[in-house]
């Protein structure tokens, strides 16, 4: 356990659902990100969050929308997505700082039909 | 030009050898560098972060650091099959202040009995 959970840890979803991923940190961290992890491919960052603000969207599509309500919870709300975005999605934490060592939590494996 | 490369593999070593998982980064400015282990099907590991110039060991790992030659390693001595797994490198580049951390697409190492 590395302090940082996520749910649901597998989803299946259609075309036209509209599903929410969340992530906690008991960690103390001011700092949670998403990150995107396809076959093949390198962990791709999609969100990050500094205490509460977004920082950074790495030009992620708007049928991906997240929310972080306060330092320790962090939501990735999905709606109409693509068959392309199956994927594992990873919620991680840090400090925030200089050493910025982040932890990564379980993962959501999702499967969109 | 990829901004974190490494091989990806798998590398094949017997138990009890070391095994030497290398990584280059692009980005010059970069300041923080940090190894990861993902077992399949699972999230990433943090096994070990190096800041400085030189070796780092903890355990049976040795990160080593060039940042003249933009070049990481990973060192994992007296390999064991249950080392088998992926090794993603991550790098925080120089030129953010967001804390993102960009990863190598990994290099799977395989440690035969």
């Known amino acids: 356990e590395t302090g940082v959970t996520q749910t649901p840890r597998h989803l299946v979803m259609g075309m036209t659902n509209k599903k929410s991923l969340k992530c906690e940190q008991h960690l103390g961290h001011n700092a949670m990100y998403w990150y995107k992890q396809s076959a093949k491919k390198p962990l791709e960052l999609m969100f990050v969050y500094s205490l509460e603000e977004r920082v950074e969207n790495n030009s992620v599509p708007s049928r991906f929308s997240p929310e972080c309500p306060n330092s320790s919870h962090l939501f990735l709300h999905l709606h109409t997505l693509q068959p392309e975005d199956s994927a594992l999605y990873l919620c991680a934490s840090s400090h925030g700082d200089y050493y910025n060592e982040q932890f990564f939590g379980p993962g959501t494996r999702l499967t969109v039909l | 030009q990829k901004e974190v490369e490494q091989n990806s593999g798998p590398l094949s070593v017997p138990e009890g050898a070391i095994a030497s998982l290398n990584c280059t980064y692009s980005?010059?400015?970069?300041?923080?560098f940090f190894w990861y282990r993902q077992y399949s099907g699972k999230s990433p590991e943090l096994i070990m972060s190096i800041y400085s110039n030189g070796d780092k060991e903890d355990g049976r790992f040795t990160a080593q650091l060039n940042k003249a030659s933009q070049y990481v390693s990973l060192l994992i001595r007296d390999s064991q099959p249950s080392d088998s797994a992926t090794y993603l490198c991550?790098?925080?580049?120089?030129?953010?202040?967001?804390?993102?951390?960009?990863f190598g697409q990994g290099t799977t190492l395989q440690v035969k009995p």
């Open positions: 980005d010059r400015g970069s300041q923080s």
């Open positions: 991550a790098v925080n580049p120089g030129s953010s202040n967001t804390g993102k951390l960009i």
